[in-house]
């Protein structure tokens, strides 16, 4: 669904600056991830997460951390 997401946002004219994988490797199709990123320029970070997210009434930041071996966020 991300990926996914991450090309319709930028159709509606979003700026996607990345999809973030918890996963060491791709969990969705390789078709959507040549269709969805590649096509459209969007990096794919693997093995991050996202730990914040700030803004009141609208997205303003995003925070994100590399995860560990056990999937925890490593803070710096």
Excluded: K, W, Y
Excluded at 3 to 31: C, D, K, S, W, Y
Aim: negative net charge; contains cysteine; proline residues 5%.
């Amino acid at each position: 669904i991300g990926l996914i997401m991450a090309r319709r946002l930028t159709l509606e004219g979003v700026e996607v600056v990345g999809v973030f994988e918890i996963q060491p490797h791709v969990t969705g199709l390789n078709r959507n991830v040549v269709q969805c990123l590649h096509d459209f320029a969007i990096p794919l970070h693997l093995s991050t997460t996202v730990v914040r997210i700030s803004g009141r009434d609208r997205v303003e930041g995003v925070t994100v951390a590399p995860v560990d071996t056990e999937l925890r966020p490593l803070f710096a």
